[in-house]
Nanobody, 119 residues
């Protein structure tokens, strides 16, 4: 099992930037596919971005493509989400999630970090 702790959320004006971090415990971080999800008030949790275990492959929701960048540092057991050109509709609680390799159906979640974009 892995424990995930997000940080870096806050209040930012529209057009601004934030970088979220997700620190993972354990020695197998480099084997996990890592994801970012978000949940806005009154809405379902939605996928934002994914990065492969090696960091060589990334995938984004259309709503954030070209504005957000997911990356990871396996030496630091950390995954990042760089968010640029933020919009009011990006306001949400952002969660990181870890998918262990070879274990379908298992996903570990962090506690989330609030991102608020003022218009």
């Amino acid at each position: 099992q892995v424990q995930l702790v997000e940080s870096g959320g806050g209040l930012v004006q529209a057009g601004g930037s934030l970088r979220l971090s997700c620190a993972a415990s354990g020695r197998t971080f480099s084997s996990y596919v890592m994801n970012w999800f978000r949940q806005a008030p009154g809405k379902e949790r939605e996928f934002v971005a994914r990065i492969s275990a090696s960091g060589g492959g990334t995938y984004y929701a259309n709503s954030v493509k070209g504005r957000f960048t997911i990356s990871r540092d396996n030496a630091k057991n950390t995954v990042y989400l760089q968010m640029n050109s933020l919009k009011f509709e990006d306001t949400a609680v952002y969660y990181c999630a870890a998918d262990p390799s070879g274990v379908p159906g298992i996903r570990y979640w962090g506690q989330g970090t609030q991102v608020t974009v003022s218009s």
